[in-house]
Each structure stands twice: as C-alpha cells, then as structure tokens.
C-alpha cells in the first residue's frame, strides 16, 4: 500500500508553503525561464506557460497523490507573490527519507527565502511526518544552493562524480550540456537541535485540508 503525504499549508513568519494552483501559472513559467534556473535544472528550455500549466495541474499533484513526494509553492504572506518552489521527492517511506529540490525567483533572492522555505519544510516532515533523513544535492559550482544547505544545518557527506548535466550559454544564445559533479547534503532530525537560536526558533504552522 503507498503511503503519501497530506494537501497541507505550512506558514512561517514570511512565507506560506502551499499547493500549486493554476493561477500561480504565469508567473511559475516566469520563474522557471530564468538564466540561473535553466543552467542548474534540467527544466524545458524555453519554459512555457502549458509546461507550467501541465506541472501544477497533473505533475505536481501526481507526486502526493502517488506517494513520490509533495510539491509547494512558496509565497510571501504579505504580499502572496510567488516567491519560489520547494519539492520533496524521491521518498523512500521504509527507510522515511526525501530530498529536497527547491527554486527562488530572481526577484526575491538574496532575502533567505529558500533556507527559510527548506528549513519549514525539513521540520514538517522531520516532526509532523516522522521522517529520518533529508537529502539534497547540489551541482559543483552552484554555490547559492550549497549554501543553503549550509544555512539549515546540513552536513556534506561526499561527492557524486560526473553525476548532473548542468547547463551553459553559448556566446550565440544557444544552451550546451555540462556534465558536472553532485555534492550530496543531508539534514536528519537531531541536526536541527544544534542549529543557531535565530534559524532553530525560526519555527513553522501547518494548515491541514488546505483547499
């Protein structure tokens, strides 16, 4: 029998971790045709508004429904603006692990969103779920994501050698394939106890039934 998750909000003192919904569509294609996003994701190339239509309406809730993982959208709870994604994937419900796979817009880096978004997240599954183990791999040079993992608490654990194909722009606009390596992070539940005060407190709300 497959287990999967609940259609739940998780609320932080910024942000609302929430379902995709189809009008989140435009300005998802958007955040998905971005240069950084299309270098370090293996996303469609251009990013079109029924690629992004297809993944909020059946991807996405194909992935809790099926038991894979769950898919949010993450918001600002001020303005309700589209910020960024979040994906727990690959779940493996005997040994009680995912990994997280997460986007900013361009517009709203640089503000914490995405360790804020991973962190809510890593302590629903952590607390609320009974999870053990949260996994995330990062490509080699994308420094922004390795921090984040840093910022929650993760420990690198090694290298997946020649594991990813990244993306590079051409000086003719056209996007080639970079084989590139993985550095795998994880996160389990008692690394969150010895966090920073500021980050450990930063804390989270879950909304059950959330539609």
């Given at each position: 029998m497959t287990s999967n998750f609940p259609e739940i909000s998780i609320s932080t003192?910024?942000?609302?971790l929430r379902p995709l919904e189809e009008a989140d569509v435009p300005a998802f294609a958007e955040m998905m045709n971005d240069e950084l996003v299309t270098a370090w994701t293996s996303v469609p190339v251009p990013y079109t508004e029924d690629d992004a239509r297809e993944w909020i309406t059946r991807g996405a809730p194909a992935e809790r429904t099926e038991g894979r993982g769950v898919v949010f959208a993450v918001t600002e709870f001020?303005?309700?603006r589209l910020v960024g994604t979040v994906h727990l994937g690959k779940v493996n419900w005997r040994v009680r692990s995912a990994e997280a796979a997460y986007v900013?817009?361009?517009w709203a880096r640089g503000e914490g969103y995405a360790a804020e978004s991973v962190l809510a997240a890593a302590q629903w599954l952590f607390q609320d779920r009974g999870f053990e183990r949260l996994e995330i791999r990062t490509p080699a040079d994308n420094t922004a994501s390795q921090q984040v993992a840093q910022k929650i608490g993760c420990v690198s654990e090694?290298?997946?050698r020649n594991a990813w194909i990244a993306r590079n722009r051409?000086?003719?606009g056209r996007w080639t394939d970079v084989r590139t390596d993985l550095i795998v992070w994880s996160l389990l539940p008692e690394d969150l106890d010895g966090m920073p005060g500021e980050t450990a407190e930063a804390g989270y709300s879950s909304y059950a039934e959330w539609r």
């Open positions: 003192e910024r942000l609302v001020l303005t309700q900013i817009a361009p090694g290298v997946l051409a000086e003719d």
